[in-house]
């Protein structure tokens, strides 16, 4: 585990039996995308999601016809489910009847601020949590006209009107989040939210940020500084695709900053002409190998000497290949010689035993 990153501090906000800010680790967070009123298919999800490193799922609740399985999605999670409504605060209403944990709105598009104050003064009474999520495609008409404004700015004004709101009725029980589909725009809106409002604990994510690669990338970029700052209780990855594909980037972003790890985290070396095995092919068996094992060990698979026990020396267990064989070693520590078809079945063995 890298050394720790100072994490500023929030307020701590109870989403069910899990705690975003107040210093608890980053919580990971993803969505369905299943017809809600599809019970089966959601529930099935949720559980794929909670199994892949979900903490917390999001759930849409479009209609009212959906509410009866959200009501059922609630009750047999696993996680804790968060509503996500937008336009009808009836439907924010019956989500928390139904079970909601949390709420995900954008008080900005559900109407009057008595509609709000309902939703407000519900969760209040029910203790439940609810994220105000703005976005750059939904600024309010007086902010968006500003010309004098940058895009993050109009995004922290808005959000902080609805803080300010909320908390003016007594309400605390806030998660933040104020995304655009710019990194840059995300990091300067996230770090001026950190800021104005230090208290409020921040959901992290780059709206829209595209598919697999585009997103994981631009989500990393975006969220890995924001998070490397001290900035952030909350994540989700956006991506174009299976929400299961979200999980692993989220986790892989805060195991790279030594937040927190799931799993095995594998260093390995893009090879050079040095390199006598085909240590692409070992590299990805391993990977494939350490998807369903859920130890939080560091594994090296070096391609010589060069990049060798030395310079991976401080992973848990480890090889370094040479002509047709590899030193396995232990810590930095050599154990011995293993021939090349057996490299990868003696390094799962000897993780196994760790």
Request: aromatic share 2%; charged share 20%.
């Amino acid at each position: 585990m890298a050394d720790s990153i100072p994490r500023n501090l929030t307020r701590p906000v109870h989403v069910g039996n899990v705690t975003i800010g107040g210093g608890a680790p980053v919580v990971v967070q993803s969505m369905t995308c299943t017809p809600t009123v599809d019970l089966g298919a959601t529930l099935e999800q949720v559980t794929k999601l909670a199994e892949a490193g979900c903490d917390v799922v999001r759930v849409s609740v479009p209609t009212k016809e959906a509410l009866g399985s959200f009501r059922d999605i609630c009750r047999e999670s696993p996680v804790p489910i968060v509503a996500d409504i937008h336009f009808d605060y009836r439907l924010a209403l019956g989500a928390l009847d139904a079970g909601a944990a949390k709420l995900r709105i954008n008080p900005g598009n559900i109407g009057s601020w008595e509609k709000v104050d309902a939703i407000i003064d519900k969760a209040g009474s029910m203790g439940a949590a609810i994220r105000i999520g703005v976005n750059a495609g939904s600024i309010e008409k007086d902010l968006l006209e500003r010309t004098d404004l940058t895009q993050s700015e109009k995004l922290v004004s808005s959000a902080m009107r609805f803080v300010e709101h909320f908390e003016s009725r007594g309400f605390e029980n806030i998660v933040l989040s104020a995304k655009a589909h710019s990194v840059n725009t995300t990091i300067d809106t996230y770090r001026k939210l950190s800021h104005e409002l230090p208290q409020t604990p921040l959901h992290l994510g780059v709206t829209e940020a595209g598919g697999i690669r585009q997103g994981t990338i631009k989500s990393s970029i975006a969220l890995g500084t924001l998070l490397a700052e001290g900035i952030g209780d909350t994540m989700r990855v956006s991506l174009t695709a299976d929400p299961i594909e979200e999980v692993p980037v989220a986790w892989g972003i805060l195991s790279a900053l030594g937040l927190r790890r799931r799993g095995p985290e594998m260093i390995s070396c893009p090879t050079c002409a040095r390199c006598q095995v085909n240590l692409i092919d070992i590299a990805s068996e391993v990977e494939r190998r350490l998807s369903s094992c859920a130890k939080p060990v560091s594994v090296a698979v070096m391609g010589c000497a060069v990049n060798g026990p030395g310079e991976a020396s401080d992973a848990d267990v480890g090889v370094a290949c040479g002509k047709g064989c590899a030193l396995l070693f232990k810590q930095g520590e050599i154990i011995r010689k293993i021939p090349e078809d057996a490299i990868v079945d003696e390094l799962l063995n000897e993780i196994s035993k760790l």
